[in-house]
């Protein structure tokens, strides 16, 4: 029973989003590490994920059924009730909530409750179903929790916070894409209007392409702007070159099965090579930034 309380929560996205959570908070620690207030914020930010993703489960139970990936998820088996699952969601991100209210500081809170709002309300609930642009939507909730990590530590939304979101938004685009190619049969049989599936495989390859191309401009600000170092700009600029490589790979060949999934797989190399960075590469606050040696 535990087991699918636990299942519902999806832990392997939670795992992932800790990862960028930790990034933003170290970069934005700058090696001055508030351990308690870490750890508040890991456990706030996965309570509120975890609540997403079990109404998520709850809403999606009608299509889930419909794809083999998903088809023997809990909801979809009926091993939970909807009233239960309900409860635990609500539960859930209280919890996440007020940690993050109480332990951090209310705006880590209500960028939580922004992503929330927007992973649950406006993406799963509408534009997931309805609207091709339901991935560019969901990147930006996607994106909240480095943002999270980073303003628990400097109770302002700064440039750094919104070099982070447009990082971490950029990316969720090649990476959904990607996913969508990989599992496109899934999503033509439960009808959701991702970019593939109704503009074609050879659109959504162009906008990988310039997804990616800015991304790599994106990542490349952290440095630029004086919030990262100069190993994590090689880094940067590494991972992004062969990704858009990856990605050009795409135009010649025979199997975008294939294809896709490699670059499913390189996405998640690259977030986590970022996220790993700038959380050891970040600039002490008495270093200069490039642009003042520019001008």
């Known amino acids: 029973m535990i087991k699918q309380y636990l299942q519902v929560t999806k832990p392997g996205i939670i795992f992932g989003n800790l990862i960028s959570v930790i990034g933003g908070f170290l970069l934005a620690s700058k090696g001055n590490i508030d351990y308690s207030l870490f750890l508040t914020t890991l456990v706030g930010v996965s ?42 969601a609500t539960v859930l991100g209280i919890a996440g909530f007020a940690l993050l209210y109480l332990g951090a500081n209310p705006l880590a809170m209500w960028l939580a409750v922004m992503g929330f709002v927007v992973y649950v309300g406006v993406y799963s609930l509408y534009m997931k179903r309805k609207s091709v642009y339901g991935t560019l939507v969901g990147s930006l909730s996607g994106a909240a929790p480095p943002v999270i990590g980073y303003c628990a530590v400097t109770n302002e939304f700064d440039a750094g916070a919104l070099i982070l979101l447009a990082i971490f938004s950029l990316w969720q685009m090649p990476h959904s894409y990607a ?117």
């Open 47 to 88: 309570l509120v994920v975890a609540s997403g993703c079990v109404y998520n489960n709850f809403i999606d139970r009608d299509i889930d059924k419909k794809m083999e990936r998903t088809k023997n998820r809990v909801m979809v088996k009926g091993l939970i009730s909807p009233t239960v699952i309900l409860v635990y």
């Open 179 to 295: 996913i969508a190619i990989f599992r496109f049969k899934d999503y033509q049989a439960a009808n959701i209007p991702v970019l593939p599936v109704v503009k074609g495989i050879s659109v959504a390859k162009h906008h990988i392409t310039v997804y990616i191309i800015a991304f790599m401009v994106a990542t490349l600000m952290l440095t630029l702007s004086g919030y990262a170092g100069y190993k994590y700009l090689v880094v940067a600029a590494a991972v992004s070159v062969w990704w858009l490589g990856m990605a050009l790979k795409g135009y010649n060949t025979s199997n975008d099965r294939v294809w896709a999934r490699k670059l499913f797989v390189f996405s998640i190399v690259a977030i986590t090579s970022l996220s790993v960075m700038m959380s050891v590469d970040f600039m002490a606050p008495a270093s200069k930034d490039l642009l003042t040696y520019v001008w």
